[in-house]
């Protein structure tokens, strides 16, 4: 039997995200618990559109000055609406389709043929749905390394490119039973799949299209920090969809994924208040949001794999980790990724994929490594995946980046960078100074 056999036998949450690897009788669950599952992952779903629209967009908006709010708001909201419609043609066919290890087949493009019922009973179309809100949230946060300064026609076509030839072939590698999950990486919500492909991406994208102007020498301060802890909010809220509902079931996995998720969270979130306050003197608003943050970004890929004491666990690592690679990138590297997206979702992506293999073990309240998976071998898989996912973002997204640069253009001009995107690209201002 192989590992994938294996691993789906033992753990029915994953089962559902390693699409039809095995598949289970009708009689497997009861329609009482069908029914259960469907309402459950109907309503993740919009828990985890609710994250982009309008926790990330707000979250995002506060960040940057007055004059930019409305066009950050406007590039998730537009980024949202290009990958639906994008995931609906030929992505989820290609992410789940039957076909090679790399890459699935286009036998259910434009949504043909749905009917395929998961393990747990729900039916594709939910699946289908709640895999569409990863699709759109992970494009949006490679948006944060450029706000102020990038072409609304560059964002426009990048993220659609972006998210056919890197997270596509990535969620096939790992949820859609291609290379990496036949080897056994584990990837329970989204910890190479989403934040380790998009933070890389950040980083290159940030590191190509260039610093915006005054950066590092004048600090760039966030316009609204009230805005910024309401949008964090709503991504902590949305998260339980997000991690919980990859359990794909209303049951114990989904519980402890979330239980984990929000003691990772409240962990990080005081782990960073904590360094902050000790290093300039003061806790910040910001410093405890983004270590939120950090905390969720970090939990993810184990979050269904870890008993409540590896949630904490996971969250310290996370806020200390993220901490330290926010600065380094920005004052040693000078690197200007505007939000942090690299540091706190890439870094805590990956630190969270690597964990998951000592924090799954029983001893420490996880349920255990699978069939005869050593924690050594387990190490080495989980690596593979960071290290094959976090390539394929370099080198597709250098690609992508010259060839949409080529026909959009990059960034705006100096003058309509210093009068704010708002105005110089949309016509309009979020707020009203007469």
Known sequence: MTVLATIVRRLPALSGLLLWATPAPAAAVSPGQASGNGAWVLTASALVLFMTLPGLALFYGGLVRARNLLSVLMQCFAICCVVSILWAAVGYSLAFGDGSPLIGGLEQAFLAHLGRV?????????????????????????????PERVRFPFVLLFSALWLLLVYVPVVHWLWGGGWLARLGTIDFAGGIVVHTTAGVTALVVAILIGRRRGFPDHLIPPHSPGITMAGAGMLWVGWFGFNGGSALAADASAAGAILATHLAAATAALTWMAIEWWRIGKPTSIGIVTGSVAGLASVTPASGFIGPLGGVIIGCAGGLVCFHATGF?????????????????????????????????????????????????????????????????????VAIIKLAGALTGLRVDAEAESDGLDLSVHGERAYDHS
Not at 350 to 374: D, F, H, R
């Open 118 to 146: 998961q393990p747990t009973g729900i039916p594709e179309a939910a699946f289908v749905m709640f895999q569409m809100t990863f699709a759109i949230i992970t494009p949006a946060l490679v948006i944060g390394a450029f």
């Open 329 to 397: 990138i920005k004052q040693r590297l000078r690197i200007d990724d505007s939000l942090d997206v690299f540091a706190v979702h890439g870094v805590g992506g990956m630190l969270g994929s690597l964990l998951v293999a000592p924090l799954a073990l029983a001893a420490l309240g996880g349920v255990g490594l699978v069939g005869t998976m050593t924690l050594a071998r387990q190490i080495g898989v989980q690596a593979l995946g960071v290290a094959a996912a976090a390539a394929w973002s370099v080198l597709v997204s």
